[in-house]
Protein backbone atom coordinates (compact mmCIF):
# COMPACT_ATOMS: atom_id res chain seq x y z
CA UNK A 1 0.00 0.00 0.00
CA UNK A 2 0.99 3.41 -1.01
CA UNK A 3 -0.19 6.63 1.45
CA UNK A 4 0.71 10.36 0.03
CA UNK A 5 -0.46 12.77 3.37
CA UNK A 6 -0.54 16.47 1.97
CA UNK A 7 -0.11 18.48 5.25
CA UNK A 8 1.94 21.69 6.51
CA UNK A 9 3.30 19.73 9.58
CA UNK A 10 4.98 16.46 7.74
CA UNK A 11 7.32 16.45 10.69
CA UNK A 12 4.28 15.41 13.16
CA UNK A 13 4.21 12.11 10.99
CA UNK A 14 7.35 10.81 13.02
CA UNK A 15 5.02 9.17 15.18
CA UNK A 16 4.22 6.33 12.51
CA UNK A 17 7.90 5.06 12.86
CA UNK A 18 7.30 3.93 16.17
CA UNK A 19 5.89 -0.08 17.21
CA UNK A 20 4.21 -1.88 14.92
CA UNK A 21 3.67 0.67 12.34
CA UNK A 22 7.28 1.66 12.18
CA UNK A 23 7.87 -2.50 11.48
CA UNK A 24 5.59 -2.42 8.89
CA UNK A 25 7.59 0.68 7.00
CA UNK A 26 10.91 -0.93 7.35
CA UNK A 27 9.42 -4.23 6.14
CA UNK A 28 8.24 -2.60 3.26
CA UNK A 29 4.66 -3.62 3.88
CA UNK A 30 3.66 0.05 3.19
CA UNK A 31 5.17 3.09 1.81
CA UNK A 32 3.88 6.90 3.55
CA UNK A 33 5.29 9.55 1.75
CA UNK A 34 5.01 13.40 3.12
CA UNK A 35 4.17 16.27 1.06
CA UNK A 36 5.00 19.80 2.78
CA UNK A 37 2.14 22.14 0.86
CA UNK A 38 4.40 25.26 1.89
CA UNK A 39 6.37 23.79 -0.69
CA UNK A 40 4.24 23.99 -3.60
CA UNK A 41 2.88 27.91 -2.33
CA UNK A 42 3.57 30.45 -5.34
CA UNK A 43 3.21 32.93 -3.26
CA UNK A 44 6.62 35.17 -2.65
CA UNK A 45 6.23 34.31 1.37
CA UNK A 46 5.49 30.99 1.20
CA UNK A 47 1.65 31.90 2.36
CA UNK A 48 -0.92 29.05 2.47
CA UNK A 49 -3.68 30.59 4.36
CA UNK A 50 -5.60 33.29 4.14
CA UNK A 51 -8.94 35.40 5.86
CA UNK A 52 -12.32 33.82 4.92
CA UNK A 53 -14.57 35.67 2.35
CA UNK A 54 -17.68 36.42 3.90
CA UNK A 55 -16.25 37.26 7.29
CA UNK A 56 -15.64 35.39 10.24
CA UNK A 57 -12.74 34.54 13.01
CA UNK A 58 -9.60 32.69 11.73
CA UNK A 59 -7.59 31.38 8.53
CA UNK A 60 -8.87 29.11 5.39
CA UNK A 61 -5.86 27.16 3.43
CA UNK A 62 -5.90 28.59 0.07
CA UNK A 63 -6.36 26.44 -3.09
CA UNK A 64 -3.50 26.85 -5.26
CA UNK A 65 -0.76 25.57 -3.08
CA UNK A 66 -3.50 21.90 -2.39
CA UNK A 67 -4.33 21.97 -5.77
CA UNK A 68 -1.07 22.00 -7.23
CA UNK A 69 0.24 19.52 -4.51
CA UNK A 70 -2.70 17.16 -5.40
CA UNK A 71 -1.93 16.94 -8.85
CA UNK A 72 2.10 16.77 -8.64
CA UNK A 73 1.56 13.81 -6.18
CA UNK A 74 -1.40 12.04 -8.53
CA UNK A 75 -1.34 13.23 -11.60
CA UNK A 76 -3.53 10.61 -12.62
CA UNK A 77 -5.89 10.45 -9.93
CA UNK A 78 -4.77 6.90 -9.23
CA UNK A 79 -5.37 7.28 -5.20
CA UNK A 80 -8.40 7.29 -3.54
CA UNK A 81 -8.44 11.11 -2.24
CA UNK A 82 -9.43 11.59 1.66
CA UNK A 83 -9.46 14.88 2.97
CA UNK A 84 -9.93 14.61 7.48
CA UNK A 85 -12.22 16.70 8.23
CA UNK A 86 -15.05 16.85 11.20
CA UNK A 87 -17.70 17.26 8.62
CA UNK A 88 -17.01 14.23 6.83
CA UNK A 89 -18.46 10.87 7.52
CA UNK A 90 -17.49 9.38 11.11
CA UNK A 91 -14.94 6.74 10.56
CA UNK A 92 -15.77 3.46 11.73
CA UNK A 93 -14.46 -0.12 11.26
CA UNK A 94 -16.67 -1.51 8.29
CA UNK A 95 -14.98 1.80 6.25
CA UNK A 96 -11.48 0.95 7.65
CA UNK A 97 -11.47 -2.73 6.76
CA UNK A 98 -12.25 -1.09 2.84
CA UNK A 99 -9.91 1.14 2.76
CA UNK A 100 -7.45 -1.66 3.66
CA UNK A 101 -8.16 -2.80 0.65
CA UNK A 102 -6.62 -0.29 -1.51
CA UNK A 103 -3.50 -0.04 -3.00
CA UNK A 104 -2.83 4.33 -3.07
CA UNK A 105 -4.49 6.50 -0.87
CA UNK A 106 -3.99 9.94 -0.72
CA UNK A 107 -4.81 11.98 2.84
CA UNK A 108 -5.23 16.02 3.13
CA UNK A 109 -4.91 17.47 6.16
CA UNK A 110 -6.57 20.67 6.97
CA UNK A 111 -5.51 23.37 9.64
CA UNK A 112 -6.78 26.58 10.72
CA UNK A 113 -10.41 27.07 10.07
CA UNK A 114 -10.32 24.07 7.12
CA UNK A 115 -9.78 24.37 3.19
CA UNK A 116 -11.03 26.32 0.74
CA UNK A 117 -14.39 24.55 -0.42
CA UNK A 118 -13.32 24.37 -3.91
CA UNK A 119 -10.40 22.01 -3.39
CA UNK A 120 -12.93 19.81 -1.86
CA UNK A 121 -15.70 19.60 -4.93
CA UNK A 122 -12.51 19.46 -7.35
CA UNK A 123 -9.80 17.25 -6.21
CA UNK A 124 -11.73 15.21 -3.07
CA UNK A 125 -13.48 12.00 -3.58
CA UNK A 126 -14.00 11.47 0.40
CA UNK A 127 -14.40 13.56 3.76
CA UNK A 128 -13.99 10.80 6.48
CA UNK A 129 -13.99 12.17 10.28
CA UNK A 130 -12.36 10.49 13.43
CA UNK A 131 -15.69 11.74 15.90
CA UNK A 132 -18.00 14.65 16.92
CA UNK A 133 -14.86 16.78 18.20
CA UNK A 134 -12.66 19.29 16.82
CA UNK A 135 -8.92 18.32 16.27
CA UNK A 136 -6.55 21.79 15.56
CA UNK A 137 -5.21 19.83 12.45
CA UNK A 138 -6.20 16.61 10.55
CA UNK A 139 -2.60 15.47 11.30
CA UNK A 140 -3.70 13.37 14.10
CA UNK A 141 -7.33 12.49 12.55
CA UNK A 142 -4.71 11.47 8.96
CA UNK A 143 -2.64 8.96 11.73
CA UNK A 144 -5.34 7.68 13.50
CA UNK A 145 -6.83 6.67 9.61
CA UNK A 146 -3.22 4.81 8.69
CA UNK A 147 -3.39 3.10 11.96
CA UNK A 148 -6.48 1.47 11.80
CA UNK A 149 -6.15 0.41 8.23
CA UNK A 150 -2.89 -0.98 8.34
CA UNK A 151 -3.75 -2.80 11.13
CA UNK A 152 -6.12 -4.62 8.32
CA UNK A 153 -3.05 -4.87 5.67
CA UNK A 154 -1.51 -8.86 5.64
CA UNK A 155 1.79 -9.14 8.04
CA UNK A 156 1.34 -5.85 9.96
CA UNK A 157 -0.17 -7.30 13.19
CA UNK A 158 2.00 -10.54 14.70
CA UNK A 159 -0.97 -12.38 14.41
CA UNK A 160 -3.39 -12.91 11.91
CA UNK A 161 -6.56 -13.19 14.61
CA UNK A 162 -5.96 -10.05 16.24
CA UNK A 163 -8.57 -8.39 13.96
CA UNK A 164 -10.72 -11.14 13.91
CA UNK A 165 -11.37 -11.59 17.76
CA UNK A 166 -11.54 -7.29 19.06
CA UNK A 167 -13.45 -4.79 19.15
CA UNK A 168 -15.84 -3.95 16.72
CA UNK A 169 -15.21 -7.35 14.79
CA UNK A 170 -18.54 -8.21 15.33
CA UNK A 171 -20.01 -5.15 16.71
CA UNK A 172 -19.01 -5.80 20.18
CA UNK A 173 -16.77 -4.86 22.47
CA UNK A 174 -14.03 -7.16 23.15
CA UNK A 175 -14.00 -9.10 26.51
CA UNK A 176 -11.35 -8.51 29.19
CA UNK A 177 -8.09 -9.99 29.11
CA UNK A 178 -5.50 -11.18 31.59
CA UNK A 179 -1.68 -12.33 31.60
CA UNK A 180 0.73 -13.41 33.90
CA UNK A 181 0.94 -13.24 37.04
CA UNK A 182 -2.14 -15.21 37.91
CA UNK A 183 -2.18 -13.16 41.43
CA UNK A 184 -1.44 -9.00 41.35
CA UNK A 185 -1.96 -7.62 44.69
CA UNK A 186 -4.87 -10.07 46.06
CA UNK A 187 -6.58 -9.72 42.67
CA UNK A 188 -6.68 -12.72 40.42
CA UNK A 189 -7.73 -14.66 37.34
CA UNK A 190 -11.23 -14.97 36.76
CA UNK A 191 -11.22 -19.24 37.38
CA UNK A 192 -12.56 -19.75 33.95
CA UNK A 193 -9.77 -18.54 31.78
CA UNK A 194 -7.07 -21.04 33.35
CA UNK A 195 -9.77 -23.83 33.59
CA UNK A 196 -8.17 -24.86 29.63
CA UNK A 197 -12.01 -25.46 29.12
CA UNK A 198 -12.05 -24.04 25.82
CA UNK A 199 -15.84 -24.16 25.14
CA UNK A 200 -16.07 -22.38 28.81
CA UNK A 201 -14.01 -19.75 28.42
CA UNK A 202 -15.26 -18.86 24.83
CA UNK A 203 -18.92 -18.55 26.38
CA UNK A 204 -17.59 -16.37 29.28
CA UNK A 205 -15.78 -13.87 26.80
CA UNK A 206 -19.17 -13.83 25.00
CA UNK A 207 -21.17 -12.98 27.69
CA UNK A 208 -18.41 -10.63 29.08
CA UNK A 209 -18.42 -8.75 25.65
CA UNK A 210 -22.67 -8.41 25.68
CA UNK A 211 -21.81 -6.88 28.67
CA UNK A 212 -19.70 -4.36 28.69
CA UNK A 213 -21.16 -3.66 24.95
CA UNK A 214 -24.39 -3.02 27.14
CA UNK A 215 -22.96 -1.02 29.27
CA UNK A 216 -20.74 1.06 27.61
CA UNK A 217 -22.24 1.16 24.10
CA UNK A 218 -25.95 0.14 23.98
CA UNK A 219 -25.84 2.00 20.14
CA UNK A 220 -23.68 -0.99 18.84
CA UNK A 221 -25.91 -3.43 20.15
CA UNK A 222 -29.01 -1.63 18.67
CA UNK A 223 -27.08 -2.09 15.55
CA UNK A 224 -26.36 -5.61 15.56
N1 LIG B 1 -13.79 25.02 11.06
C1 LIG B 1 -13.88 23.61 10.88
C2 LIG B 1 -12.87 22.88 11.77
C3 LIG B 1 -11.45 23.10 11.36
S1 LIG B 1 -10.34 22.18 12.31
C4 LIG B 1 -15.29 23.13 11.22
O1 LIG B 1 -15.93 23.74 12.07
O2 LIG B 1 -15.74 22.12 10.65
C5 LIG B 1 -8.93 22.18 11.29
C6 LIG B 1 -8.66 20.90 10.53
O3 LIG B 1 -8.46 19.84 11.47
C7 LIG B 1 -9.78 20.43 9.63
O4 LIG B 1 -9.71 21.03 8.36
C8 LIG B 1 -9.51 18.94 9.56
O5 LIG B 1 -8.55 18.63 8.57
C9 LIG B 1 -8.93 18.63 10.93
N2 LIG B 1 -9.90 18.04 11.87
C10 LIG B 1 -10.36 18.61 13.00
N3 LIG B 1 -11.22 17.81 13.65
C11 LIG B 1 -11.31 16.67 12.92
C12 LIG B 1 -12.05 15.46 13.07
N4 LIG B 1 -12.87 15.26 14.09
N5 LIG B 1 -11.90 14.51 12.13
C13 LIG B 1 -11.07 14.70 11.08
N6 LIG B 1 -10.35 15.84 10.88
C14 LIG B 1 -10.46 16.81 11.78
Known sequence: MKIEVLTLF???????DSSLMGKAKENGIYELNCHNIR????????????????????????????????????PEHK????????????????????LSEQNNILILCGHYEGVDQRIIDMDIDMELSIGD???????????????????????????????ADESFSDSLLEYPQYTRPQDFNGLTVPEVLISG????????????SLMITKTNRPDLLEKK
Open 39 to 74: DYSTDKHKKCDDTPFGGGAGMVMTPQPIHDCISSVD
Open 133 to 163: YVLSGGELPAMVLIDSILRYVPNVLGNSQST
Open 10 to 16: PEMFAAL
Open 197 to 208: NHKNIERWRKEQ
Open 79 to 98: SLRIFMSPRGKRLEQKIVRE
